[in-house]
């Protein structure tokens, strides 16, 4: 009985492992020197009161080279205020779409036109429906400021492999949002570039203006169990059954020689 106890106990932790999604995180925009230092720019992907906006920003795959083959899914989306020019600021409310995509458009061939630059997986990460919660702290002065002193999105689970193209994030604003400047990097040839519209006729862009600027962002994903660990499940599965199995006929035979 003991045995079986203590396989029990390591089947249970082996399945855990096993069927735990792996979490990490990654700063990009344009490289992982912004953990440690703040961008040279800043801007914002909200509208003010009577505006609508929209604003798609690209991240080049070769950054994304150190992630688990096969991809990872992604399922947040942060970004913090500026040191300069941040501010406290609160909203809490819908009015906010995010939708992520691979895509074959290269960095520096981002068109003006939206449209143009999604992949055939767009996926709808939050809907304009949806309650976001868009909280921005004043920062500190430290270097740099976390990401939880900025706007973070929890999306639906977007599935990301960095072999098949560029990552592409849209978010578009329906309404005014008053929220702090964000902090940015303005660098040429960078990993990063965006393209942004504002509109005060109530219509939701459908181009902008591109730049070579870049939102600082993290993003938080889940990577995927390699998959040479689904036989050791199974092995690991049916030895637990057989030991089970063993242990009851081994105590059914005990009992018939003691009667």
């Known amino acids: 009985m ?16 096993v069927g735990a999604l792996e979490r990490s995180e990654v700063a990009i925009s344009p490289s992982e020197q912004l953990r440690t230092r703040h961008g040279n720019d800043d801007g914002t992907i909200f509208v003010p009161d009577g505006l609508t ?23 947040e989306i942060l970004f913090r205020a500026d040191e300069r020019f941040g501010k406290d600021s609160n909203y809490t409310g819908p009015g906010v779409q995010v939708e ?13 036109t939206f449209e143009l630059n999604f992949g055939p997986d767009r996926t709808l990460g939050v809907d304009r429906s949806d309650t976001v919660y868009l909280y921005t702290s004043r920062p500190s002065g430290q270097v740099p400021d976390g990401f939880g002193g900025g706007p973070t999105f929890y999306t639906r689970p977007f599935f990301y492999d960095p072999s098949k193209g560029n990552l592409l994030v849209d978010i578009t604003c329906f309404h005014g949002i008053q929220s702090s400047s964000l902090d940015a990097e303005n660098v040429l040839g960078d990993s990063v570039a965006t393209v942004s519209a504002f509109s005060d006729t109530g219509e939701i862009p459908t181009s902008g203006m591109v730049s070579t600027k870049g939102f600082v962002t993290l993003f938080v994903y889940h990577s995927i169990p390699e ?21 009851k006929r081994n105590q059914e035979h005990t009992k018939n020689v003691s009667a």
């Not at 106890?5 to 089947?11: D, E, T």
């Not at 906006?53 to 399922?75: E, N, T």
């Not at 998959?227 to 242990?247: E, I, K, M």
């Open 227 to 247: 998959p040479s660990s689904v036989p050791l499940f199974l092995l690991a599965s049916g030895s637990l059954a057989w030991l089970f199995r063993r242990s």
């Open 2 to 17: 003991q045995i079986v106890f203590l396989s029990a106990l390591i089947a249970l932790s082996f399945i855990g492992s």
């Open 100 to 112: 992520l995509s691979t895509t074959s458009v290269a960095v520096d061939s981002l068109s003006s």
């Open 53 to 75: 906006g929209r604003v798609q920003q690209i991240y080049d795959a070769s950054y994304f080279s150190f992630l688990p083959k096969g991809g990872v899914w992604i399922d």
